[in-house]
């Protein structure tokens, strides 16, 4: 898997979507942005902080999450931190799933 290091996961942002560059931007609304504006010129008056990295980065997250193989939701998570060369979260996913 590629570096992507401008797609940033916090659990206490946005409700730990994933996000371009701790902004509150998530690459959801990226990609929704995209498909309302081809026009990239159109699309950077939009939103003028996303910059061609962050656009073509949230385009590769986003083809990473439908490739062809199926992972558990805790490796898919691991393999995105190790991509963007962090350490894997501190508590456990029971850990979050009990909290609820």
Do not use: H
């Amino acid at each position: 898997m590629e570096k992507l290091d401008r797609i940033t996961i916090d659990i206490a942002r946005m409700n730990g979507e994933p996000c371009i560059r701790d902004l509150r931007l998530t690459v959801r609304r990226v990609l929704q942005a995209l498909a309302a504006y081809p026009d990239r010129a159109e699309l950077k008056r939009e939103y003028p902080e996303l910059e061609d990295e962050d656009i073509r980065q949230a385009l590769a997250f986003a083809a990473a999450l439908v490739d062809d193989n199926v992972l558990p939701l805790r490796q898919a998570y691991d393999r995105l931190l190790r991509a963007q060369g962090k350490a894997r979260f501190s508590r456990s996913w029971q850990e979050l799933k009990d909290e609820g």
